[in-house]
RNA sequence: GGGGGCGUGGUGUAGCCUGGUUUAACACACUGGCCUGUCAAGCCAGAGAUCGCGGGUUCAAAUCCCGUCGCUCCCGCCA
């Protein structure tokens, strides 16, 4: 008998009986799901966490059937009786436990419920800031039981595969000091000190390395995030990441660790995963993809035509080149026949990530060349073009020329837009793919300074370290992320361990002498003790999940999570507080 | 900070573009009744919304206009 079901008000999960359990004497506990009253006969489907079972209260039996007259869904029942066979003819083949019935000789009412607010069915379709408000409800209903059954799972998976490779699990603190770099704080204001403030962690990133110089040697944490940023679909303000740090590792070790570690994940789920990952650069993601975080399972690769095109006469596609720009392409298989409003939208749709305009060329069914700009080009020009995008008839080309990062980037969204559009996207597989060598910079044209691609604790990679001062940009980092159909679920480093080179990054980055001590001072007092050279990785397990539960919201994985303007339809946060709690923080509104 | 979508009984939608035969319709849920093999039970009857909110146009507004609020998707932002 599962330990988890017997108690006193029970001795069986109605959810999981089946026939072998037929002529036995239960006692179940459960939520009414639906009642069937056939006037002389009820029927009753008792849920609970496991399933749901069918009560079925005779006449026979006063007692049982008076209150079974009188019980409505969502009740909170006890249920004695006997397991029985169904009469033959009655099985319901959809339900594991649809042969068996429970002839109910005691039925007692545990607790009333309202009517809900919504159904509590599998395939609900209500207003989601409703579920959210009664979210208790919505848990009831089995995809959201399932998917945070799902998340435990893999956390258990995650945890015993990191304790039996020697992890210790270290807690960090939540009431932290807030640092320069990286996302905005939320921010805890202090008692005890007027106008000082604690911050909620963005990743216990400080902590872990830190403790990397304690010498935990291998650590892991399954930790709560705070980033006070606008929210999506799969970001939330607070969210939790399987944080890990080694010491006396390379790169190599670390990945090959993550794999493992993904393995038995999905062994723990049923599934064979192939591993090692494939990997790929950063310039090539982005050549190839437009994206640091390519969705492989189909194809549809950029390609670069400046080459073909320059100086074909073409002003705005030589203007661009000329300007340093690159001509990138797609070609759009099957969609010849898009007529031109439909390319209108693709054109709108580009726009949103900064390009201009979208070149398009058509090959018809009968191979003509229909296009709005193919009357610039030699017929040369445009053979090189259809060969080099591999177009066949009823294919859609389609350009944009711009600076390479918007060619790449609006044609990387397009491409994965017409991906789903076209349902070329293999939805049962799951590919991972490693992303290596990032730049260790990128330069931020608002503030006019260099930024950490990934956080300055990065290490810079040996081979390009003497580029440091003069093309800062050209550096690439020690820096890799684990991408799994076109979702970022994981990012990491080989860290600096020594004082001066995490003092240059620093300045590097633009902080003054007094900013670094002042800031990171703690950090770089503890590298003269001793560091040990290490690294680490950080997984979303929220968006892990979500894939793994094939959701599109981390939201619909999380038990409860905030609305897109960061509150909580159940509690009613964020809420005012009273002056006196204001006064006692220092703080005073607006 | 910006752009798009949505907001009509408890829930999901229709109606809105083209204002008036609409007493705001339909399905599910709900309430009462009938019914002994249903499992999306069935049948009969019933209750329930002044159309997110505010203002404007008009003889007349769910419908048109302006503003505002909420939810959502995206851009920016998220080392």
Not at 6 to 23: I, K, Q, Y
Not at 56 to 74: L, T, Y
Request: some cysteine; glycine content about 6%; hydrophobic content about 35%.
């Amino acid at each position: 008998m599962d330990k988890s079901i017997r108690h006193s008000r029970r001795t069986h999960s109605g959810g999981l009986l089946n026939d072998c359990n037929v002529g036995e004497k239960v006692t179940l506990a459960g939520w009414v799901n639906r009642r069937r009253d056939h006037g002389g006969l009820i029927f009753i489907d008792l849920r609970d966490r496991n399933g749901v079972v069918q009560v079925a209260a005779d006449p026979k039996n006063k007692e049982a059937f008076k209150i079974a007259e009188k019980i409505r869904d969502e009740y909170v029942l006890s249920v004695e009786g006997e397991v029985s066979l169904r009469p033959e003819g009655t099985e319901n083949p959809n339900l594991p436990t649809g042969k068996i019935e429970v002839i109910a000789s005691r039925i007692s009412v545990l607790n009333v419920a309202k009517t809900p607010p919504f159904e509590i069915v599998d395939d609900l379709n209500v207003d989601e800031n409703l579920r959210l408000k009664y979210r208790y409800l919505d848990i009831r209903r089995k995809p959201m039981l399932d998917s945070l059954k799902l998340r435990h799972q893999v956390v258990t998976t995650v945890r015993n595969f990191l304790n039996d490779y020697g992890f210790i699990e270290v807690e960090t603190p939540f009431l932290t000091k807030s640092t320069p770099e990286g996302a905005r704080d939320y921010l805890v204001p202090s008692r005890v000190h007027p106008d000082h403030f604690y911050a909620l962690p963005q990743s216990p990133q400080l902590f872990k390395q830190i403790l990397m110089v304690s010498g935990i040697e291998r650590y892991y944490q399954l930790a709560r995030c705070f980033r006070d940023e606008d929210l999506r679909a799969d970001r939330q303000p607070e969210h939790t990441q399987i944080d890990m740090e080694m010491s006396f590792v390379e790169q190599d070790d670390i990945l090959s660790l993550v794999e493992e570690m993904m393995k038995r994940v999905f062994e723990s789920l049923g599934m064979n995963l192939e591993i090692p990952f494939e990997r790929l650069n950063y310039d090539e993601a982005m050549e190839k993809y437009g994206s640091d975080k390519p969705d492989v399972r189909f194809g549809m690769e950029l390609v670069d035509v400046s080459k073909i095109v320059i100086n074909s006469g073409f002003k705005v596609f030589d203007n661009v080149i000329e300007s340093g720009g690159v001509v990138k392409g797609i070609n759009a298989k099957g969609c010849g026949k898009f007529s031109r409003s439909q390319i209108d939208v693709l054109t709108k749709f580009v726009s949103v990530y900064g390009a201009k305009g979208l070149a398009w060329i058509q090959v018809t069914e009968d191979g003509e060349i229909k296009s709005p700009i193919s009357k610039f080009f030699s017929k040369e020009t445009i053979d090189s073009i259809t060969k080099t995008l591999d177009a066949n008839s009823g294919d859609l080309l389609l350009f944009v020329a711009d600076k390479k990062e918007i060619a790449c980037e609006s044609l990387g969204q397009l491409r994965l837009h017409l991906a789903k559009e076209m349902d070329l996207i293999d939805k049962t597989t799951y590919k991972f793919l490693w992303i290596v060598d990032f730049p260790m910079f990128e330069y931020d044209e608002n503030e006019k300074r260099h930024k950490a691609h990934h956080h300055p604790f990065t290490s810079p990679n040996e081979k390009t370290i003497s580029l440091l001062d003069k093309e800062p940009l050209f550096v690439k980092a020690n820096a890799y992320d684990l991408v799994l159909n076109g979702v970022e679920v994981g990012g990491g480093s080989i860290r600096i361990h020594s004082q001066d080179l995490q003092r240059k990054i620093f300045s590097l980055l633009g902080l003054s002498e007094i900013d670094i001590n002042e800031k990171f001072g703690f950090l770089i007092e503890a590298f003269q003790y001793g560091a040990p050279p290490h690294g680490g990785i950080a997984f979303g397990l929220d968006r892990l999940i979500m894939l793994l539960a094939k959701k599109d919201t981390i939201r619909d994985v999380m038990a409860f999570p905030k609305t897109q303007t960061a509150t909580c339809p159940l509690t009613g946060a964020p809420d005012k507080v009273t002056d006196k709690q204001l006064r006692e923080l220092h703080i005073r509104v607006k």
